[in-house]
């Protein structure tokens, strides 16, 4: 018999009556004879009241602590959702991260599954009990709380279904599949039918968190397929699976952008070696990740250096520069977190040219000025300032001809 894993959102679980059609559709999938494990987020809205709860505490909470007060919204939802089953004479047993024997490592509030024990799960199963299990959570090797960051839930349910051998997980949310952009932002985005793993890897970290990125990592490394449909409405869905031709035929499929992104710059910086070291040691000792680096060097023998960070890590990075800027002699740091990073992504950029050329025009005739720029073998990115995101990320979908009712 057949074994799938089940992942349902906030949005999806967000009240009672969601609750109780979650668990007809779960009850559905046990009478065709199927065996379901099902992975819950928190109540929609709960994580961020328990967010503001805490920071009426203290403006600076500990991590850890802040892991044991999230990791609390989806023990209320595996329960109510257990109890949902239950009363429609569906057998079902909840099941906390560390009940499942989900272990991390140790950084609290981005923590990274390092094994799934599952034992519990395997039981419930021979028990003929659908397991309901706490996404988002593990604990460390200490036996801590730890969470998974956001949209950790997508991953404990590719985690789970790897490790439990599934044929497929089906990830269920508020948007009837994966889109070529944030359909809420452009209404002329379109669902994509089937989409690669390393097209789906780029979508998600460049910003289409309908998947967090991890997810689709261990999707990629354990093959397991991943379906994203709606909770809501039914339809195909969009299946996250390994490339095959048809995918290659397509040159971009899918425009992301990340709105959570700030910018900071270092001007006046005199132009000698280690500076630049000196400067991403500070940054990297701390925790925070860089990811796109520009300079710009002057004619006065000065060059200006501006690097993005996580909107989060702001202020972190922005302090450390400040000292630095001090120490090298340089003029000043400045934040700008007023920036997006729009990108293009597509197995079929391997295959042909003239891809940068065409965004960078199109960009152009739109009066979108492009701050920084970087590349792989998959994917190009443009930082610009947030105003024009919408403008970019819509010029560029028609551009590459991804409009609803057009085909490339
Ligand atoms: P859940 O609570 O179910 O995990 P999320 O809010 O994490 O839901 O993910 C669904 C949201 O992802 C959608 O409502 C949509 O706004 C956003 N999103 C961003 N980019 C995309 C995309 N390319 N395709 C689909 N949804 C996207
Ligand atoms: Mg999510």
New binding site residues.
């Given amino acids: 018999m057949g074994l799938v894993v089940h992942k349902?959102?906030?949005?999806?679980v967000g009240s009672p009556e969601k609750i109780g059609l979650v668990a007809e559709k779960i009850h559905a999938v046990r009478k065709e004879g199927k065996d379901v494990v099902v992975v819950v987020?928190a109540m929609?809205g709960d994580t961020d009241r328990l967010i503001r709860l805490a920071h009426e505490i203290t403006p600076e909470p500990k991590e850890r602590e802040m892991d044991m007060l999230l990791s609390s919204g989806e023990r209320v939802t595996i329960a109510l959702l257990t109890m949902a089953l239950e009363s429609l004479g569906c057998p079902a047993v909840s099941l906390t991260g560390r009940q499942v024997g989900i272990i991390t490592d140790s950084a609290h509030t981005r923590a990274r599954i390092k094994e799934i024990q599952a034992d519990r799960i395997r039981d419930s199963i021979q028990e003929g009990k659908v397991a309901v299990v706490a996404g988002f959570q593990g604990i460390d090797e200490s036996s801590n709380v730890t969470t998974l960051g956001r949209?950790g839930?997508?991953t404990t349910a590719v985690a789970i279904a790897a490790a439990l051998d599934a044929e497929l997980c089906v990830?269920?949310?508020?948007?009837d599949?994966?889109?070529?952009?944030?359909?809420?932002l452009v209404p002329k985005?379109r669902r994509i039918d089937r989409i690669s793993f390393d097209e789906m890897l780029e979508?998600a970290s460049l910003?289409?968190?309908?998947l967090q990125t991890r997810s689709v990592e261990f999707g990629k490394k354990y093959s397991i397929p991943i379906l994203v449909k709606s909770t809501f409405q039914d339809g195909p869905g969009t299946l996250v699976t390994t490339e095959d031709e048809a995918m290659e035929q397509v040159l971009v499929s899918?425009v992301?952008f990340d709105t959570n992104q700030a910018k900071v710059t270092i001007t006046g910086i005199p132009d000698k070696p280690g500076v630049a070291a000196k400067i991403f040691g500070s940054i990297s000792d701390r925790g925070v990740v860089v990811d796109m680096i520009i300079q710009n060097v002057g004619e006065s023998g000065l060059t200006d250096l501006s690097f993005t960070v996580p909107k989060t890590d702001a202020q972190v990075a922005l302090k450390i520069t400040k000292e630095l800027a001090k120490e090298i002699g340089a003029k000043e740091a400045i934040l700008d977190d007023r920036i997006v990073k729009v990108s293009i992504v597509g197995v079929g950029m391997r295959s042909h040219g003239g891809v940068a050329a065409k965004m960078f025009s199109t960009l152009a005739r739109e009066e979108v000025n492009i701050m920084m720029i970087s590349t792989s073998e998959i994917k190009i990115s443009c930082v610009i300032e947030a105003k024009n995101t919408e403008k970019a990320v819509g010029a560029l979908h028609e551009a590459f001809g991804l409009n609803q009712s057009e085909t490339n």
Wanted: cysteine-free.
């Fill in positions: 349902y959102g906030g949005s999806s987020s929609e949209g839930s997508d990830i269920h949310t508020d948007v599949g994966v889109y070529t952009t944030d359909p809420n985005a979508m910003g289409a968190n309908v899918g992301p």
